[in-house]
């Protein structure tokens, strides 16, 4: 829906608001044009049914005002002495539509200063889990998300089965564009296996503002742009999702806006130097190894090493292919008295690679060898001829929203021949470290800002699924930061600590609070 839409369809829920309460404002003390005054209506409505003006924010918050807009109709049919079990049911069932029954049929009165606490122990119980759920969609939407790392693309820097908080006020949070959505889950209901939202009622991309910018080498969640998942096995290049719903992903952020970026024989190079990875960060490329004892040591040298891509080895067993090895790694093996050779998979440069962006035979590109490609920059302009087309068209397109033709040599955008473009957003490049085993923008190309999700910030759990017993558990990582210099630093003990004190401090003072 346009903004335009929107503003229609929030006037006639003003006015049916209106038409359905005039009367219940009358007889709690107030004038009938109260009623119909798009958001002067919601707070004075608090004051009737008893409640704070905050609340006034929640029924505009996407995701959890469809929560409170039931507990507003449940409240406001309380507040005119409807209290019974079916009251309840048929205020929400009717989805609000209840309060015209009230409005123009039913004989009500206002209770002025009625109490707020629940009379049964279902009721209380009720209102705290409902609470509940608000609260923590406000911090999973607005603040922090909690994302689990799924592949070993950054592998050293985070491991698979991290578990991560990531920061949405970083960078800004986005308001939701799905309005109908459950709460605090993705795009798919776990156990039921069906989508967890609806796409007929969009909002536009909106962005609360951060206080930081992404950085060279920030680790940042984000939806892959080319997302056309039905479900994890399954694509259709026509389905179509959100763009707030779409898979969530982890890379780090290699290319900023207006950045030229290479690849030279799996290295990274911005505008012409070489890219310094932070001091956490390591390198991985693939190795063939061959050792003399077969394949069983390879094994135990990937354990040692703690890679966890494991080794797969040829049919004598004496031959492995290593996905992930770092150099501190490499010059270690090149010693091992168990290694006869060490040969390094690179591709060449000029071959070109299928499945790499933007997959057009003029560009030779591959894995180790890529660009050099310019990073659109929101308002710089470029000049737009057939040999770049390709780098561009999915951007022109799927994410600035243009219609695009070519007749003969002329690209025509808008229906109109363009031989310039000025970008309307900002574009960032997002690769794994571990470059021979990372789907990241070498296969689908850019990221737009409006798909960034946030930044993570702290590693709260760390599960090994190779580990036996409690060594599942990764103990060293648990309450580690994800930035920062050097080895990571558990705060586990610190956090313990905290919460025993602030646990007794609440002991005391309940308990001080019952004799006084």
């Known amino acids: 829906m346009t903004l335009i839409q929107w503003l229609i369809f929030f006037l006639v829920i003003q006015l049916i608001h209106g038409l359905g309460t005039w009367k219940l404002y009358i007889k709690a003390g107030r004038q009938a044009w109260e009623a119909f005054i798009p958001v002067y209506n919601a707070v004075i409505l608090m004051k009737i049914i008893n409640r704070p003006w905050w609340w006034t924010i929640l029924l505009f918050l996407p995701i959890v005002n469809l929560i409170m807009f039931a507990v507003v109709w449940v409240e406001t049919a309380r507040s005119f002495r409807k209290n019974s079990n079916i009251d309840t049911i048929l205020a929400v069932a009717t989805l609000g539509l209840y309060n015209f029954y009230l409005n123009y049929v039913a004989d009500v009165s206002h209770v002025k200063d009625r109490s707020l606490h629940p009379k049964t122990g279902l009721g209380d119980w009720v209102s705290s889990i409902l609470f509940a759920i608000v609260a923590a969609t406000i911090v999973h939407t607005y603040f922090i998300q909690p994302f689990t790392i799924p592949t070993s693309s950054l592998e050293k820097t985070l491991l698979v089965g991290d578990f991560l908080f990531v920061s949405k006020f970083h960078y800004g949070a986005r308001v939701p564009m799905t309005t109908i959505a459950a709460?605090?889950?993705?795009?798919?209901?776990?156990?039921?296996?069906?989508?967890?939202?609806?796409?007929?009622?969009?909002?536009?991309?909106?962005?609360?503002?951060?206080?930081?910018?992404?950085?060279?080498?920030?680790?940042?969640?984000?939806?892959?742009?080319?997302?056309?998942?039905?479900?994890?096995?399954?694509?259709?290049?026509?389905?179509?999702?959100p763009i707030d719903k779409k898979t969530n992903y982890v890379k780090r952020c290699v290319g900023l806006p207006g950045d030229s970026l290479e690849v030279r024989n799996g290295f990274v190079y911005i505008n012409g130097k070489q890219n310094v990875l932070p001091e956490r960060a390591k390198l991985q490329?693939?190795?063939?190894?061959?050792?003399?004892?077969?394949?069983?040591?390879?094994?135990?040298?990937?354990?040692?090493?703690?890679?966890?891509?494991?080794?797969?080895?040829?049919?004598?067993?004496?031959?492995?292919?290593?996905?992930?090895?770092?150099?501190?790694?490499?010059?270690?093996?090149?010693?091992?008295?168990?290694?006869?050779?060490?040969?390094?998979?690179?591709?060449?440069?000029?071959?070109?690679?299928?499945?790499?962006?933007?997959?057009?035979?003029?560009?030779?590109?591959?894995?180790?060898?890529?660009?050099?490609?310019?990073?659109?920059?929101?308002?710089?302009?470029?000049?737009?001829?057939?040999?770049?087309?390709?780098?561009?068209?999915?951007?022109?397109?799927?994410?600035?929203?243009?219609?695009?033709?070519?007749?003969?040599?002329?690209?025509?955008?808008?229906?109109?021949?363009?031989?310039?473009?000025?970008?309307?957003?900002?574009?960032?490049?997002?690769?794994?470290?571990?470059?021979?085993?990372?789907?990241?923008?070498?296969?689908?190309?850019?990221?737009?800002?409006?798909?960034?999700?946030?930044?993570?910030?702290?590693?709260?759990?760390?599960?090994?699924?190779?580990?036996?017993?409690?060594?599942?558990?990764r103990w060293d990582r648990l309450f580690t930061t994800v930035g920062g210099n050097g080895q990571p630093v558990s705060y586990l003990i610190p956090f313990l600590v905290v919460l025993a004190l602030w646990t007794g401090f609440n002991k005391w003072r309940k308990h001080k609070k019952e004799h006084s």
């Open 183 to 241: 709460p605090m889950v993705h795009d798919t209901i776990p156990g039921l296996k069906i989508k967890s939202y609806s796409s007929d009622y969009e909002l536009p991309y909106l962005r609360i503002p951060g206080f930081q910018n992404i950085k060279h080498n920030d680790i940042v969640v984000f939806n892959w742009p080319v997302d056309t998942m039905l479900d994890m096995r399954h694509t259709d290049k026509f389905y179509y999702k």
């Open 285 to 473: 490329f693939s190795y063939m190894i061959e050792t003399k004892t077969g394949a069983f040591n390879n094994y135990q040298l990937a354990n040692r090493y703690h890679i966890t891509d494991f080794p797969q080895y040829n049919q004598d067993r004496s031959v492995s292919y290593f996905p992930a090895i770092t150099d501190e790694d490499l010059k270690v093996f090149k010693n091992h008295p168990n290694i006869n050779s060490i040969t390094p998979l690179k591709e060449e440069q000029g071959k070109r690679d299928v499945n790499i962006f933007p997959s057009h035979p003029d560009f030779n590109w591959n894995n180790d060898f890529f660009g050099p490609i310019y990073i659109p920059e929101a308002g710089k302009t470029i000049n737009l001829n057939l040999n770049i087309l390709p780098l561009y068209k999915r951007l022109l397109t799927a994410y600035e929203g243009n219609t695009l033709d070519v007749q003969g040599n002329q690209i025509l955008i808008n229906g109109k021949v363009a031989n310039t473009y000025t970008f309307k957003k900002d574009y960032y490049w997002m690769m794994g470290d571990n470059r021979h085993n990372s789907q990241d923008a070498r296969a689908w190309g850019f990221v737009p800002f409006d798909h960034v999700v946030g930044k993570p910030v702290f590693i709260w759990m760390s599960w090994n699924t190779n580990g036996q017993g409690f060594d599942k558990i």
